[in-house]
């Protein structure tokens, strides 16, 4: 797996790509599960969030580490 990653010149740890895009991934699963109700059934919102964050950060990292060049 890549170190880091440029951008323009400036090196960029490549955990911080892969977090950003986790985010967005997030975000818009939270915009999906929002409107149809399905934080009634979570007992805390902020905790089930950070571990969808996890979870999706660990699945981007996954394929990031497949499609990389060795």
């Given at each position: 797996m890549i170190?880091?990653?440029s951008l323009y010149g400036v090196f960029?740890?490549?955990?911080?790509?892969?977090?950003?895009?986790?985010?967005?991934a997030t975000?818009?699963?939270?915009?999906?599960?929002r409107p149809i109700g399905f934080y009634r059934?979570?007992?805390h919102?902020?905790?089930f969030d950070v571990a969808i964050f996890v979870i999706l950060l660990g699945g981007?990292?996954?394929?990031?580490?497949?499609?990389a060049p060795t």
């Open positions: 170190g880091e990653l960029v740890p490549a955990l911080l790509v892969w977090a950003f895009l986790a985010v967005l975000v818009a699963l939270r915009t999906i599960l059934l979570v007992w919102p902020a905790l981007v990292v996954a394929l990031a580490s497949q499609w």
